[in-house]
Every structure is written in C-alpha cells, then in structure tokens.
T-cell receptor, first 108, second 116 residues
Framework: DAKTTQPPSMDCAEGRAANLPCNHSTISGNEYVYWYRQIHSQGPQYIIHGLKNNETNEMASLIITEDRKSSTLILPHATLRDTAVYYC?????????FGKGTRLHILP | EAGVTQFPSHSVIEKGQTVTLRCDPISGHDNLYWYRRVMGKEIKFLLH????????ESGMPNNRFLAERTGGTYSTLKVQPAELEDSGVYFC??????????????FGPGTRLTVL
C-alpha cells in the first residue's frame, strides 16, 4: 500500500498557484518525498523530490514540514496543461508505489 | 538526450497468444523498471533491473510473465500465454543511480495491451 495520503481531487484557477498537500506520517529517516504526475494516459512524469529541505526547480516547489510528516507541492502559476493526476511518493530510491494521487483540474 | 522508448505502442492479441514488449531506457541508465496499470486500478510495480540483473521482481504477477535485460541495455517483457486480465498499459522507466536520493525515474509512453 502507498505510504501517503492525498486528497482525491482539487481545483485551481488558471494563473493561480496550485498547492497540493500530502501526508506521510510514517516516513522514515532515509526515505525521500517524490512527486510525479500523469497527464491523461501518458507515462508518469517526474516533478521534484526532497529529503528534508525545501526544494525548487523549473516546474515546482516542494515544501516539507520540519517533522517531515507532510509536504506540499506548489505549482506557482498553473496552466491548463498542468491538469493531471499528481502522485506523492515516499521511497528509499527504490521502486515507486503509486497511490490514487490527486486529480488536479485547472479551471480557465 | 532521447527519452525512454517503448515498442509497440499498442498491441491487440487473443487469449492464449504470446506478446513481447520492448523497452529502451535512456542511455547510461543502469536501473530499469516495469510497471503496469490495469483498467481502473493504480499503477503497480512489476520488477526492477540493475544492469542485467533482476534486483526486485516481487511485483511480477505470475510465471506467465518473463522479463529479460540481456547486456544491460534494452529490456523485454514477454507474456505467455496471455490472459484477459493482462490487459492494461505497461510502462517502463529508467534511472541513473540509486545513490544519494537522486533516483528520479523517467517513464516511457507505455504499451497498451489488449487481450481479447
């Protein structure tokens, strides 16, 4: 079973920041938080990952709480192309165990 | 840099037939993974190669599935004989290294398998 809990769906207005939460209260010290997304029926796409520090790249920012029991993926300026299922994954650099993810709808 | 490629993109076969799926990882990636999504379900891990060795095959559903990665380059996944419940989308992914947490996996577009 997936070790994370995510809301099943979220809406965000185009141009606004999309904040996707994830709970991973049982995360262990050597496990990373990864985010992937799947747009329609394409292959999953890597977004970002982190251990305990906040991370930012050209796609998104990842905010991890100090106790590491939850995190938030931030898409700073959501576009219609960001409509996808977003998966929060906890892993020790190993296989990915996908949960149901959050279906993000970007509203025009 | 070319991404992960998979062939064929679609395959329609009859129950009892054999199908072989192929995955070409990104050049230089030692790790190769197979996943699949059956209709209505979550994406499930099948197995993981490190170079030509099977590191973890705990997700392989049964002995009708055979994965190989000769020479540590491309990989094949053979289903023989195929059953109706094998229908789904099979994804392949590759990554460079497991060291230091930088193990982002790059996924191919998938092979959609339909067993009639």
């Amino acid at each position: 079973d997936a070790k994370t809990t995510q809301p099943p769906s979220m809406d965000c207005a185009e141009g606004r920041a999309a904040n996707l939460p994830c709970n991973h209260s049982t995360i262990s010290g050597n496990e990373y938080v990864y985010w992937y997304r799947q747009i329609h029926s394409q292959g999953p796409q890597y977004i970002i990952h982190g251990l305990k520090n906040n991370e930012t790249n050209e796609m998104a920012s990842l905010i991890i709480t100090e106790d590491r029991k939850s995190s938030t993926l931030i898409l700073p300026h959501a576009t219609l192309r960001d409509t996808a299922v977003y998966y929060c994954i906890v892993t020790r650099d190993d296989k990915i165990i996908f949960g149901k993810g959050t279906r993000l709808h970007i509203l025009p | 840099e070319a991404g992960v490629t998979q062939f064929p993109s679609h395959s329609v076969i009859e129950k009892g037939q054999t199908v072989t799926l192929r995955c070409d990882p990104i050049s230089g990636h030692d790790n190769l993974y197979w996943y699949r999504r059956v209709m209505g379900k979550e994406i499930k891990f099948l197995l993981h190669f490190v170079k030509e060795s099977k590191q973890d095959e705990s997700g392989m559903p049964n002995n009708r599935f055979l994965a190989e990665r000769t020479g540590g380059t491309y990989s094949t996944l053979k289903v023989q004989p195929a059953e109706l419940e094998d229908s789904g989308v099979y994804f392949c992914a590759s990554s460079r290294s497991l060291a230091g947490g930088d193990n982002e996996q790059f996924f191919g577009p998938g092979t959609r398998l339909t067993v009639l």
